[in-house]
């Protein structure tokens, strides 16, 4: 009874992300049961983060929520937090210490970054959140390649935020400058659907297709977590660029997997 009692606020966050992210629940089922809350927590953690950078829009709260995690993170006492304490027992966790203080300092600066001038610099931004959870991951779990890794979350972030656009509209800037350039749109005519907003929308997804697709055939290993949701990804980006209007197809298919990605899933955990 004691362990399941442990184990209930770590299964709520892998519930929660899962409904977010159905990828996250198709890679666990690969993962060695040995490794598999580590590695659920590991994953849950970086959304957490990454969610106190692009979803909580006060400054005053999201830094307060940066602040109470770069305490948890610093290794100086006792974790506190069921995704912390399901991580602690990792052998050698606190030498992680410094490469979290990395991540907040990173989300602190993501938090007001300036417009990205092209696809490359829009990818770019998120490199310094996202490559020191990717050397954990390689440190702690293995077959991980860390610069591949950390381009496949920093092209899943440029994803989300286009698929947040009406949502967020000019409150975030989810396109490089080049393609507002070509397209002829301003920052504000992002909040409203038009024609324009959708050919550069396109755009866009053409461009972070591009980028998937030279992942896939460079064939560096992702971890399980990183090669499904790198399938699932390619999938959306394809099917939203197909759509009428991407930004609404982008939410359509946020929560549905292809058909393939437990095939790719799979084949990943077998050369793991």
């Known amino acids: 009874m004691e ?6 606020p770590l299964a709520s966050f892998v519930a929660k992300w899962s409904a977010a992210y159905p990828e996250l629940e198709l890679a666990l ?3 060695p049961r040995a490794q598999r809350d580590a590695q659920a927590a590991l994953a ?3 959304h957490e983060l990454e969610q106190a950078v692009v979803s909580t ?7 307060a929520k940066l602040a109470w995690w770069a305490e948890e993170l610093a290794g100086s006492g006792d974790a506190r937090h069921p995704l912390t304490i399901a991580l602690a027992g990792q052998p050698g966790w606190e030498r992680f210490a410094p490469s979290w203080h990395a991540v907040v300092a990173a989300a602190f600066e993501l938090r007001d970054p300036e417009p990205a001038g092209d696809l490359e610099r829009l990818l770019a931004r998120w490199a310094p959140f996202h490559r020191p959870q990717a050397v954990i991951e390689a440190e702690l779990f293995g077959h991980v390649d860390v610069e591949a890794r950390t381009r496949q979350r920093a092209i899943a972030r440029a994803l989300e935020d286009l698929a947040l656009l009406d949502a967020s509209g000019a409150a975030r800037l989810p396109l490089p400058l ?7 749109l301003a920052r504000n005519d992002l909040a409203l659907d038009s024609p324009a907003r959708r050919r550069a929308v396109r ?3 053409s461009g972070l297709a591009r980028a998937m697709d030279d992942l896939a055939r460079r064939g560096a290993p992702l971890g399980i ?10 999938w959306r980006a394809r099917q939203a660029k197909r759509g009428d209007e991407p930004v609404a197809a982008l939410h359509r298919l946020h929560a549905r997997l292809p058909l393939g990605a437990a095939w790719t899933t799979w084949r990943a955990a077998r050369r793991s």
């Not at 362990?3 to 209930?8: I, K, P, V």
């Not at 977590?225 to 390619?234: E, I, M, N, S, V």
């Open 225 to 234: 977590p990183g090669t499904a949701a790198l399938a699932a990804q390619r």
């Open 57 to 63: 829009h006060e400054d005053q709260p999201a830094a």
């Open 44 to 46: 849950c953690l970086g």
């Open 29 to 31: 089922g690969f993962v």
């Open 203 to 205: 755009d866009a997804l």
């Open 3 to 8: 362990a399941a009692a442990d184990a209930a």
């Open 178 to 184: 080049d393609l507002l350039a070509r397209h002829q």
